[in-house]
């Protein structure tokens, strides 16, 4: 199985400035199947990325991810007031344990 | 609009049981792959269980192997859950999530509003 850590815990930025979200895979996973979804509180999750850099239909191109292997990337140039939320990268090959996610919040 | 509902979600005892259901409207669920997905109070996202586009495959986390059961109706688009041995880790908001294929790989680009089920005496 294998576990994601995802880094920093938390960030605090300001509305239009860049967030760098990362995400460690123990083991490398393979043909970068790895999504990254945004969960607000009351609300359902929303991917935001899959195959590790495509972005899933309707998601503003300020949103980006990146990497390959056992390092991604997710990146959200200027930040919009939507945007502070929580962040969680999955693999979806054969395993599809979540990272514990990172807190992006209003500083 | 397609969009999955979550039902049967509540207050139950530990060690009792619970059903939870996932229908779809607007949306043929047998070509996909379904997952369910909870979040407990204060924690992150945590995958529970997932099963094949036909329904001949099932797979489960460790912390719910052996509990519960994930089964699907196609003919009816729906899903169920089925619940048992429930313990107060197990509170959480479930969501059922559907995959954009039919096996793995997928990830779940479609997700219903959750439900929230609550184990407590």
């Known amino acids: 199985e294998i576990v994601l850590t995802q880094s920093p815990g938390t960030l605090s930025l300001s509305p239009g400035e860049r967030a760098t979200l990362s995400c460690r895979a123990s083991q490398s996973i393979s043909n970068n199947y790895l999504a990254w979804y945004q969960l607000k509180p009351g609300q359902s999750p929303r991917l935001l990325i899959y195959g590790a850099s495509s972005r899933a239909t309707g998601i503003p191109d300020r949103f980006s991810g990146s990497g390959s292997g056992t390092d991604f990337t997710l990146t959200i140039n200027g930040l919009e007031p939507e945007d502070f939320a929580m962040y969680y990268c999955q693999p979806y090959g054969n395993s599809r344990a979540f990272g514990q996610g990172t807190q992006v919040e209003i500083k | 609009e397609a969009q999955l509902l979550e039902s049967g979600g509540g207050l139950v005892q530990p060690g009792g049981s619970l059903r939870l259901s996932c229908v779809a409207s607007?949306?043929?669920?047998?070509?996909?792959?379904m997952g369910w997905v909870r979040q407990a109070p204060g924690r992150g996202l945590e995958w529970i269980t997932a099963?094949?586009?036909?329904?001949?495959?099932?797979y489960y986390a460790d912390s719910v192997q052996g509990r519960f059961t994930f089964s699907r109706d196609n003919s009816k688009n729906t899903l169920s859950l089925q619940m048992s041995s429930l313990r107060a880790e197990d509170t959480a908001i479930y969501y059922c999530?559907?995959?954009?294929?039919?096996?793995?790989?997928?990830?779940?680009?479609?997700w219903g509003q959750g439900t929230l089920v609550t184990v407590s005496s």
């Open positions: 099963i094949t586009g036909s329904g001949d495959s099932t």
């Open positions: 607007g949306l043929t669920l047998s070509p996909y792959a």
């Open positions: 999530a559907k995959g954009n294929s039919r096996s793995r790989p997928y990830y779940f680009d479609s």
